[in-house]
């Protein structure tokens, strides 16, 4: 099969010139767009590092105690429950921040 279009040099610098054309008048991201992604990443990472961090305690006592797997799972459990209250605390910061930013 044949490639249709033109490969050329003038093809190539005039879809570049058409790309950045719809670069300049696409959708840009907002200051607050940016802010909220931001804290996004933030609340996914402190749930992340809540799970992790109970896990290994867990683990370490497994191996001190010799209890295994059994404290690993408790504070597995626990990591869940305290990353999903630390992302809900901070959700509903972020929450009250934006409406207070609005008015």
Do not use: C, Y
């Not at 005039?14 to 767009?33: C, L, N, S, V, W």
């Not at 802010?35 to 799970?51: L, M, Q, S």
């Amino acid at each position: 099969m044949a490639d249709e279009r033109q490969n050329g040099p003038d093809d190539l610098e005039k879809r570049i010139a058409e790309a950045k054309a719809k670069q300049r008048h696409g959708r840009t991201h907002t200051a607050a767009e940016g802010n909220a992604e931001t804290r996004g990443w933030a609340v996914g990472i402190e749930f992340v590092g809540a799970v992790i961090v109970g896990a290994v305690i867990g683990l370490l006592l497994d191996k001190w105690l010799n209890t295994a797997p059994w404290l690993m799972i408790v504070f597995l459990a626990l990591g869940f429950a305290a990353g999903l209250r630390r992302a809900f605390t901070t959700s509903k910061q972020f929450d009250t921040d934006f409406t207070n930013d609005e008015q």
